[in-house]
């Protein structure tokens, strides 16, 4: 993104669900706190509210800092009631999208998931993939076959995809009846 282009809250986060779009993350969190110091706060807030009591946020996008920290129990927890919403539910197990700059003239771009595992392994209904210096290699992946549910939190991964294929078919497989 650049200063003066003009897109839909909506689109925004597209972006920062679908490819971990940090210059839509700022300007979203710019757009709905006022300024970051306040989302943070509202975040914060939330998820206190949630029940979230090892996660504390001191910025809006998910940058290293001591003071900004989850666990894979509360990463678990915020992502099966952020999959109640739709909106949330539809755009993280979308493969591509487009988002519309509406400034002068109207382009289009498109956005290509960063989750590996869509549309590879059967499935695969998203959720996030993430990446810093600190947190490494990271993802939150739910899997739904044959009636059975699976979600997984990878932190810190070297090989992520690897790592989560292979517990995916172990899951999988644990929770199969036995005959």
């Avoid at 986060?13 to 700022?26: G, P, Q, R």
């Avoid at 997984?152 to 690897?162: D, G, Q, T």
Wanted: aromatic share 6%; proline share 2%; glycine share 8%.
């Amino acid at each position: 993104m650049k200063a003066g282009q003009v897109f839909r809250l909506e689109d925004l986060l597209k972006a920062m669900l679908i490819v971990s779009a940090n210059d839509a993350c700022l300007a979203a969190v710019e757009h709905v706190g006022g300024d970051e110091a306040q989302f943070v706060t509202l975040m914060n807030a939330k998820a206190e509210a949630l029940g979230l009591s090892d996660t504390h946020f001191s910025n809006g996008c998910g940058f290293d800092n001591p003071d900004h920290y989850s666990t894979a129990e509360d990463l678990a927890a915020l992502s099966v009631m952020a999959l109640d919403q739709p909106i949330f539910r539809q755009l993280v197990r979308e493969e591509r999208a487009i988002i519309n700059h509406l400034s002068t003239v109207t382009v289009h771009m498109c956005l290509h998931n960063t989750n590996r595992l869509l549309g590879r392994i059967p499935g695969v209904e998203g959720i996030k993939t993430g990446f810093t210096s600190k947190a490494g290699r990271c993802l939150i992946a739910k899997v739904s076959q044959n009636g059975s549910d699976l979600l997984l939190v990878i932190l810190n991964s070297k090989r992520r995809w690897n790592t989560a294929t292979n517990l995916i078919t172990y899951g999988l497989q644990a929770a199969e009846p036995l005959h």
